[in-house]
């Protein structure tokens, strides 16, 4: 394997392992109004990924940094191509990250419900790009033979990618849900599991849709696309049933089968013109020199591992469920991290 490659897998790790757990934290964002309801349910919501999501989001940060060192080609076309709908992404993560550290700074219900709306917006209007976004890839958008991006944002807009956003989206929806299910209790955790058991079919039928699609646009199936399939029908058969453990691997195995499948798709290609085959950018003539690479990689191969020591680590910490009465003492205050 040359290290073209590796790093390409790499940066598929980061975007994967990124919406694998901030998915979740979408989904808890988008559904902390509906699963929440009043005001003690909702702050029960919010603190089961209080400590969690800003760790989640570095994964976000570090798969572009990563795509800016190893394939700046890559970086330089869909940063400025996408602009736009990375900038409104920036937008929305932002006032995501807001709402949850100022929702609890006052007592009225117009600020509360300010905030809130900023959350659910926030939480819905990220992934929905990122899955636009990554839909793109595959899709293919105007690029010509300088690697410029020809196009609008308009041109960013087509049926394909925007299904991609929507499949992210209902996916994030149903991996929020059965992540409530799994650490909170009583009332919550009820409602999550009806949410969940409404929703995970909605997925799974995105999810069906979504292969369909990849496999005509990319022309083959692949192993990735099958598991997708598999794991949304058992997440369909056990969201919202009880065996929370069980649901939340099943959502968190369809989002990652998903995400690598689009990748799959593209290798060796990262980016599909729609100009002409000779256009595409590929893993080659995208990526930087072998010894940037080579230096990357001995980074990497010391910090990565610290970094899943640290975040595993957080994860243990804050592992037992969130149960009404403990939510209800905490000062309302308080912004709900880990910080």
Known sequence: ????????????????????????????????????????????VIETIGPLWDG??????????????????????????????????????????????????????????????????????????????????LHGVPIG??????????????????????????????????????????????RAMRTGRLLAPLAAAAVVGFAVWTQATAGRWSL????AVLAALAAAWQVGRGRDGVAFTTTAVTMAAVVVSIFVALYPRVMVSTLGSANDLTVTNTSSAPYTLKVMTVAAAILFPVVLIYQGWTYHVFRRR???????HRDDVRPLTGS
């Open 145 to 190: 033979s300088d690697q410029e991006y020809a196009g609008t944002f308009t041109d960013l807009l087509g049926g394909y990618p925007l299904f991609c956003g929507l499949t992210v989206v209902l996916l994030c929806l149903s991996h929020g849900a059965s992540f409530l299910a799994l650490k909170t209790a009583g009332e919550v955790r009820d």
């Open 56 to 137: 989640n989001e570095v994964w976000l940060i570090v798969a572009g940094a990563g795509t800016f060192a190893a394939f700046p080609g890559w970086y330089a076309t869909m940063f400025s191509g996408f602009y736009l709908a990375f900038l409104l992404l920036l937008v929305a993560l932002i006032a995501r990250g807001v709402s949850f550290e100022f929702r609890g700074r006052r007592d009225g219900p117009g600020w509360r419900r300010a905030f809130a709306v900023a959350m659910t917006g926030g939480s819905l209007l990220a992934p929905l790009l990122v899955g636009v976004a990554l839909g793109n890839l």
């Open 1 to 44: 394997m040359t290290l073209v490659t590796f790093w390409f897998i790499v940066l598929v790790v980061f975007w994967t392992g990124f919406l694998v757990l901030e998915g979740f934290d979408f989904g808890v964002g988008m559904l902390s109004g509906v699963v929440g309801r009043d005001e003690d349910g909702r702050r029960q």
């Open 224 to 227: 990735p696309l099958v598991v």
């Open 322 to 328: 969130v149960g009404a009465a403990e939510s209800s």
